[in-house]
């Protein structure tokens, strides 16, 4: 496994890879969630690439990019029995002075995460364009954990049209249910017990649907009720949405994607569940 | 020469390209300056491609989208000797329904042709961003004639990674020393004769400029008194600008990029030299 910190160390490796590239963007701080991602490139591509930058583009001055966990160490050896190269810039190798091009997906990144973290979509769509083109993969592996995320990324794939593949992966779970996240580590034991909240609701709205509860404004009351019961739970949104547009919902639809952001003391969580 | 109208079949003829592929975007109308391009993509290029797409997107509602002038018939004859493929896309292939992701590259594109031509400059990085996406050149060539276009291209080239070789070509001109282009065409026969004074100021400004004379407020001054004394011009801007950052310039320096708009009735030209 080769680690490589330099744009220019980056492209020279990628000229000599052959066949399918497989990559993985990460922040590090890698659990279960990443690495099943990188085990899915590793079945399909004959080079896995992995990036390790935690992007400050895409933190707003008030959130936790000083303090967002990182253990390189820790990563590389996570990695290393199945990636082939891992890219690991600092910020100024991303971001020299003068640095001033951003890619805006519109629309799509003005509801949700993009509501409640102005300008994080924009960090986003910026930094994994600037991905792409350094490492320039034939296919791309995001988790559904991120689930606006995953559709802006989808978008703008489209719309500039990007020779990559998304390919989207379910969300790995803790043994009671939590997403994998790296900001779990931040949460005390109490909260880390009441974050289960999120996927009870999440469950309880998969029921209700099954039962042929289709009312976008039942399955929502019905969620806030539950979160709300516990108390170190506060919560950002909760939102049943179109899953294409992620236009809000109202009345009975054949498919929505429900999802939340409920914050634990300063931690903010998310998670989300199609229904459909 | 293939001449081709979809992405898809693009990428296909693509991926059997062996060897550099060289680039040239145009929106068709092409006159000697286009020519130039190809032929120096012809020289150090093993497959040239030529795009002929007349973008909406960088056209302002009051602007010539409409009656931007077209002749692919003799465009393609034109380029049939030099080029190895034609990508001629219609409008609905380039932006199909629900596309919503623009590139903007701040800074650089508020100020000059920015400030005249509000939103052109996003129109223009986010379809080259898509044709650099669909053609994947190795070069791609754009004429000095267009300076600040040149200047965010390349900075967006940079900013986002793209893997990218950017060349500039010197402006091609007509025998009396007028920067050729296909909005030229719109000129009456009087209106013709006139513009030649865009030519003229900027070689009074280099003549200023090697005789010592390095005050831009005075070379400005020159030019903005002999544009005015053609009746048929009306200065848009003069602008001697940091040819890096395109900020506007006071007092003496050893670089200016001297640039312009001047309209002639409806026909709005520009034109720029670099003074060092």
Chains 1, 2 share one sequence.
């Not at 990559?23 to 659990?31: A, R």
């Not at 792409?132 to 995001?142: K, T």
Request: proline letters at 6%; one cysteine or more; aromatic letters at 6%.
């Amino acid at each position: 496994m080769k680690v490589i910190e330099t744009i220019a160390d980056l492209r020279e490796a990628r000229r000599a890879c052959a066949g399918t590239v497989g990559f993985v963007p990460t922040m590090g701080y890698l659990h279960e969630g990443h690495l099943e991602l990188v085990r899915r490139a590793r079945e399909e591509c004959q080079t896995v690439i992995v990036s390790i930058f935690v992007n400050p583009t895409q933190f707003g001055p008030k959130e936790d990019f000083t303090t967002y966990p990182r253990d390189t160490e820790r990563d590389l050896s996570l990695l290393e029995p199945m990636t082939d190269i891992v890219f690991m810039p600092i910020p100024e190798e991303m971001y020299p002075d003068g640095s001033s091009t951003r890619v805006d997906v519109q629309g799509l990144t003005e509801v949700l995460e993009g509501a409640s973290r102005p300008g994080h979509f924009r960090g986003v769509a910026t930094v994994v364009t600037k991905l792409f083109n350094i490492v320039q993969p034939d296919r791309a592996y995001f988790g559904e954990k991120d689930a606006q995320q995953l559709r802006v990324i989808m978008r703008m794939v489209r719309d500039l049209d990007m020779p990559v593949e998304v390919v989207p992966c379910p969300t790995v779970r803790e043994p009671d249910g939590l997403a994998m996240s790296s900001r779990n580590t931040y949460l005390t034991p109490d909260q880390r017990r009441a974050a289960v909240i999120l996927y009870k609701s999440l469950m309880m709205a998969g029921e209700m649907w099954a039962t042929g509860e289709h009312d976008v404004a039942t399955i929502k009351q019905a969620m806030t009720k539950l979160i709300e019961a516990e108390p170190l739970a506060q919560i950002d949104y909760i939102s049943l949405a179109d899953p294409d547009t992620l236009e809000e919902l109202a009345g009975s639809h054949a498919r929505a994607l429900v999802s939340m952001a409920v914050r634990f003391g300063k931690t903010r969580l998310i998670d989300n569940r199609l229904l459909s």
